[in-house]
């Protein structure tokens, strides 16, 4: 999976493209095909705005299905973390409904009338 981060009017911290692929990553335990994930973070300069200044946007590309997710919090890393909180649980929600299970209980008696 690759990942790209697009900025507006931001200088992000150093360890922020680190926390950003260790999560990212962790996605591809669900075995949904995701090609490239878009981070993008932009700024709000309206002082008003200071509790939901900072908003992540995460949208997926390629052969998989679309997902996007956004949130807006205080600084960046509470921003991604529930955009990627809202990302896994549509990620988890792909692979719950590909799974197949097996209802047929008659197979499973040993007595069959």
């Known amino acids: 999976m690759k990942i790209h981060i697009h900025t507006r009017n ?24 995701i090609d490239r994930v878009e981070v993008e973070i932009l700024h709000e300069n309206n002082p008003r705005q200071g509790k939901n200044s900072h ?29 990627v909180k809202a990302f896994e649980f549509q990620i988890r929600k792909i692979h719950e409904r590909t799974k197949e299970f097996d209802r047929d209980t008659l197979k499973n008696h040993k007595y069959i009338i």
Do not use: C, Q, W, Y
């Open 10 to 33: 931001v200088d992000l911290a150093e360890d922020f493209r680190a926390i950003v692929e260790e999560k990212l990553n962790k996605m591809e335990r669900f075995s949904v095909v």
């Open 55 to 83: 908003r992540v946007i995460l949208t997926s590309h390629g052969s998989g299905p679309l997902l996007k997710s956004e949130a807006a919090e205080f600084n960046d890393v509470a921003a991604f973390d529930s955009a």
